[in-house]
Each structure stands twice: as structure tokens, then as C-alpha cells.
């Protein structure tokens, strides 16, 4: 953690700097000039893109150079499609590679369900992990159209095939759910709050009372919520008569002052 630059997250998504503020300050405007001047001279560096979150619609702009016609995450040996230059969110998140290194280790023969899944990427490493199918869902379509594409740039079509996607409401597509059951692996990473959609105080109860529908003796849930407002509290008191088996650290170069506020994964089974 820089002192005085709490409100800027740097990501080097090769050959792109993005550079994210989350608050307006008067240094914005120099510390975008010095990563320019110093992208000039780096060969390696090919554009630099500045998103404001604190914006309405988190706008994002070039500002430097030009961007590649498609870019990649790459991590562990697998690649993921980015939009640097679209939507709020560039379809990847770092900060959750403890919960895909975690499912790669844990997926082998497993059945996997991935709710919330967005472009999917806990899935390609689930199945990178062996897993015998996987279940996305989230309703945003658009997202696991990405998903897909993630999937078929990782892997041949024999094992493309063994993902699934619904692209629909959780609360309204329990039931197709629960045909599907029991699944070994459940993994939930809402939204902290998606207008209607998705408000975790609200709905993460909701699927807490109906999940052992879901479960079987042998069943593992990874829990997540990047909620800075919600503790780690807030998810063992949801999953109380369940076993922890502990809160995945946090990936390397996100180290929070306090770690309530940063992204939360931890491991549960029913008791």
C-alpha cells in the first residue's frame, strides 16, 4: 500500500497498463502524466487506459497509445478475453486467484456448480482442475457469452462441452437448480449489490436458507463476498451450522490495511 494513493489501482494486463481511480483527487491528473511519460519509454507497453469508478458508469478512456483488438488475462498457464474499453468491469479479477487456484486443486471428478459466474473464469480452472462438469449461472447473458469464449480459448471441444450455462435469475431458476443436484463443488461470488438484482444483506440469507437442496454430505461451498461495508463475520454467522474450513489469503499485491474490507473467500461443508 502507497500512502496517499489508496484511491488508485494499477493492473498490467500485457501489453496494457489500466490504471483505476476510485476517487477524484488533484494528484489524478499528474500521476496519469508521470505513467505516460513512463510508458513512452517502455517498449513493453503498448496503451495506457485510465477508468474512473467514482464516475457515473465508471467511464474509461485511452490515454496513451492504442489498444490491442483483443486482450488477455493470462494466469497459470490460461488466458481470458478482457474489454479494456467496455463496461464497467473488464471482464477478469485479480484478486480472486486464491478461489481459482483453490478450485483447480479441488475439482478433479467433481461436479461443479458456479453461481453469479459472470465470464466464467473459476470455471476454465475448475475445469483446468479436471472437473467433470460445470453448471454457470448468471443472469447477465452477455457475460457468460464471454464465458464461453473463455472456455473454448483454453481448452479442445471435447472438454468445452463439459461446461454448462444458464443464463437466467438465480431465485427464479432454483428448481432446474435442484434437478441438477447434489453438486460436489457450489461456488458462490455475488455482486455486494446489483440494484434489484443482487443486495447481499438481503439475498446471500436467501440462498443460505435454501442451499442444502443443493448439497450432499460430501459437498464443499466457497463463499465469497467483496463487500468492504460487510466483514468476514457477516459469512460465518450466515454459514454458522456449517464447518469452516478457513478464509483463502489474499492473492499477492492485495494486502488491505484492513482485511474486513478486501475480498472474502472462505471454505465451508455442511456439518
Known sequence: MFEGLEHVAIDWFAPVLLVTFYAAK?????????LVKRARSNSEVSAVV??????????????????????????????????????????????????????RSEAQGR?????????????VAALAGGAEAVVNLDMAGGALSTGRKNHQLNFAQETCQRASYLPHDLFKSWGRLVRGAPYDLIVID??????????AEKDYPKILRRLPELLSSQ????????????????????????????????????????????????????S
Open 50 to 103: 485510465v477508468q474512473e469508478r467514482h464516475l457515473p458508469k465508471a467511464p474509461k478512456k485511452t490515454v496513451y497509445g492504442e489498444l490491442p483488438d483483443q486482450a488477455y488475462a493470462s494466469e497459470a498457464g490460461l488466458r481470458y478475453h478482457l474489454a479494456l474499453e467496455r463496461n464497467q468491469n473488464h471482464g477478469f479479477f485479480l484478486d480472486m486467484k486464491p478461489g481459482r487456484d483453490w478450485l
Open 219 to 270: 459437498s464443499q461451498v466457497l463463499a465469497c463476498l467483496n463487500a468492504p461495508h460487510l466483514g468476514e463475520s457477516f459469512l460465518t454467522d450466515l454459514f454458522a451450522n456449517y464447518r469452516n474450513h478457513g478464509r483463502l489469503p489474499s492473492a499477492a499485491g492485495f494486502d488491505d490495511h484492513t482485511p474486513d474490507a478486501a475480498l472474502k473467500c472462505i471454505v465451508f461443508s455442511p
Open 26 to 34: 488533484d494528484e489524478n491528473r499528474s500521476l496519469i502524466a508521470e
Open 111 to 123: 461436479r461443479v456448480l458456479n453461481l453469479f459466474a459472470y465470464t466464467c473464469s473459476l470455471s
Open 190 to 199: 455475488p455482486p455486494s449489490n446489483q440494484g434489484k438484482s443482487f443486495y
